[in-house]
């Protein structure tokens, strides 16, 4: 279960258990209580919600002129698992309806490790011929790709196990690691418009 989701699911939980002993008239007090053994709930398990939680998704350039990211469904069950899909790019149905992806075909995996909130991701050069737009791209789609990892939130990607100097959204390079947050506008938001204000 993504931290978000986990967030929303135990918000509503709490909203629910309020709402419940409001309507049977216990008052709740402050004293800690133990939990009766069958009683307790697993949280570690894997997400049974949505499809958008866990590290089963890529992220892929999407059909129109804005060639923002969008994520994609994809089975994957480790970093090396994900990222490989990642780099193999769109299926014969993405293609038909025109997903692409910035990174090229040529890019090979050498290797990743997870240690949270950090994945390292080691490629071939092919991802140093890129400049401009699609590398901005390329980038973007491996930081939200990992970034789908539970636990992660910064990627250092090397390129023959060398730390590289990458351009992020604003134009400054670093060779830190980088967030999805360096690359704030490349993904297709899934969050409805914001109603417009009144008078506005």
């Not at 060639?67 to 994900?82: F, I, K």
């Amino acid at each position: 279960m993504s931290r978000v989701a986990r967030r929303r699911w135990l918000a509503a939980v709490g909203a629910a258990s309020l709402l419940l002993v409001a309507a049977c008239g216990v008052r709740p007090d402050s004293e800690p209580h133990d939990v009766p053994e069958d009683e307790h709930v697993d949280l570690s398990g894997p997400s049974v919600g949505s499809d958008a939680s866990g590290a089963e998704r890529i992220y892929l350039v999407e059909p129109g002129e804005d060639q923002l990211l969008r994520s994609v469904q994809r089975q994957a069950s480790s970093p090396s698992e994900l990222m490989e899909a990642l780099l193999r790019g769109p299926s014969s149905s993405e293609l038909d309806e025109e997903f692409s992806s910035a990174i090229p075909s040529t890019l090979q995996l050498l290797g990743t490790r997870e240690q949270a909130p950090f994945l390292y991701v080691d490629v071939s050069d092919e991802l140093t011929d890129l400049s401009g737009q699609g590398l901005l791209q390329a980038l973007a789609q491996i930081v939200y790709t990992g970034s789908e990892l539970d636990g992660v939130e910064l990627v250092q990607i090397t390129v023959n196990g060398d730390v590289i100097a990458w351009p992020k959204a604003n134009l400054e390079s670093s060779t830190e690691p980088l967030s999805i947050y360096d690359y704030p506008s490349s993904v297709r938001s899934a969050q409805p418009a914001y109603p417009s204000l009144p008078g506005a």
